[in-house]
């Protein structure tokens, strides 16, 4: 009897689940969809649209009831219906202003050429005009390091970014699930639809697809080099990529297909987490290059080397460049070898903005395809704080977050133009994502984020300084 109702429950339990499985391996193989994760995401859409209203609703009523405790007991202090109306729609259209504001109108910038006057006589003069003009450059020197302080534009990169409206999730929150009894509702059949229904079945498909692309590379990877096995290599690469993608509900919007990467080149892209490289490989087959890790991470690169050329190397190596740029230049010398895909910045991003791109792969001297990826933070955070949390962590707030949303931008290849060094063809494809993408463009290092700034950059503010002091 025991065995029987054993073998029932996991017969109600795991025969549905197989099902959805083979459902979703075979339009990952097709590459179809049958529109229920877009579904999903309207869905989610309504709910946090709901949820905004209710939050500013009782935000207004708490202010509004603020405003009448003033004057309690007094009735002809109380505020009307008109002015309770005018309270209202003052506090919707009122905001706190920025904590710091970097405008150039807003910027104090002493105009020295105004201060010093055309004519200067006597001594006093011209020592009133030393002091005053030392006197406001201090100022505008010790406003700009307070600001970098308070908010600097390098640390705010590694931290996730912050949400205009709540999205049901406690990581984001601000107690706004205690805010009415709606919103707590709402709140409790989120909690349970995602660690209790999405949790388990995510978790299934993505063991599911980490199986699939273990075997079928270690079948694949026992055969001749052919033009069959490079065939078989990019179906069930892409397949693979495809039901790990769906483990995440993640819902991929392509633009511009006819400038995906082509083989014997290189792909450059924004970095946010390791998740790019399975966006990315949802529409096309690519090699990959970094250093050799372990965990899930080691797994997947160890299947991946089976079927493909790919390019790992050890932490030790990564200071041995012209290694590094050797191997790269025999990849994509051979055309039939799959796009190399490269994030030059070598670091995570919180998908707000684009530093600085390193100039190896900039230096191969093959076509560079540029990829611009913008994540939607509303669903779930993308970005990858690797120095906060491992790499379990992070793929458990991932499946247990709502979704990942993105879009991906193919923009035409670019190329050296004459006379152009590698560090300025980088700042120009660089710059060329950062405008697709919608983020900031910046010049900073990511690797500020784990070591502190070279000695030379700080010199060279020194140096500044000093001129600007001395009148130069």
């Known amino acids: 009897m025991v065995i029987i109702a054993i073998s029932s429950l996991l017969s109600i339990f795991f025969v549905p689940w197989n099902v959805i499985l083979l459902c979703i391996v075979f339009l990952a193989a097709i590459g179809k969809s049958l529109g229920v994760r877009k579904l999903f995401i309207k869905t989610l859409i309504t709910i946090f649209e709901y949820g905004r209203r209710n939050i500013e609703d009782a935000t207004k009523y ?14 002809e202090g109380l505020p009307s219906k008109d ?19 970097r405008e150039k109108e807003l910027i104090l910038i002493p105009d020295l050429a105004r201060k010093a006057g055309s004519d200067h006589n006597g001594s006093n003069e011209e020592k009133i005009h030393f002091d005053m003009k030392h006197w406001l450059l201090s100022l505008d020197y010790t406003k700009s390091g307070i600001e970098s302080i308070i908010e600097d534009q390098v640390t705010s990169r590694f931290e996730a970014q912050e949400l205009k409206n709540w999205n049901f999730l406690t990581r984001t929150n601000r107690s706004y699930e205690f805010i009415s009894l709606k919103l707590t509702l ?16 995510r978790v299934y498909i993505f063991t599911f697809g980490l199986t699939w692309l273990s075997i079928t590379t270690a079948l694949v990877g ?54 790019d490289c399975v966006i990315l490989s949802n529409d096309n087959c690519y090699s990959l290059i970094g250093q050799r890790h372990g965990g899930i991470l080691g797994i997947i690169q160890t299947a991946l080397h089976r079927a493909s050329p790919h390019i790992w190397f050890e932490r030790s190596e990564t200071r041995d460049r012209n290694s590094v740029l050797k191997r790269l230049k025999e990849h994509t010398s051979n055309s039939k070898n799959p796009p190399m895909l490269i994030f030059p910045e070598g670091t995570c991003i919180n998908n707000t903005s684009v530093m600085q791109f390193k100039k190896g792969s900039f230096e191969v001297g093959c076509p560079i395809y540029p990829v611009a990826i913008k994540y939607d933070p509303r669903f779930g955070d993308a970005f990858w704080n690797s120095s906060k949390y491992s790499m379990l962590q992070y793929l458990f707030m991932m499946m247990t977050s709502w979704a990942i949303v993105c879009d991906v931008w193919y923009l035409p290849p670019v190329k050296q133009k004459e006379n152009e060094n590698s560090v300025e063809y980088a700042n120009r494809v660089k710059h060329l994502i950062a405008q697709q993408g919608g983020l900031v463009d910046l010049v900073w290092d990511g690797q500020l984020k784990r070591s502190k700034p070279k000695k030379e950059w700080m010199e060279e503010q020194q140096q500044k300084i000093s001129k600007v002091w001395k009148a130069e």
Not at 65 to 73: K, P
Not at 242 to 254: E, Q, Y
């Open 186 to 201: 709402l709140w409790i059949v989120g909690f349970l639809a995602r660690y209790l229904l999405l949790l388990p079945v």
């Open 222 to 275: 026992h055969l001749p080099e052919s033009s069959i096995k490079r065939w078989l290599n990019h179906r069930c690469y892409v397949i693979a990529f495809r039901i790990l993608t769906r483990s995440l509900s993640a819902v991929i919007n392509i633009h511009n297909k006819q400038w995906r990467p082509q083989k014997g080149s290189i792909c450059v892209a924004n970095h946010t987490s390791p998740i």
């Open 62 to 75: 708490k202010r509004i009831i603020a405003h009448d405790s003033d004057d309690e007991g007094y009735e």
């Open 83 to 101: 002015e309770d109306e005018a309270i209202i729609e003052r506090s919707a259209v009122t905001t706190e202003p920025p904590l710091i504001s």
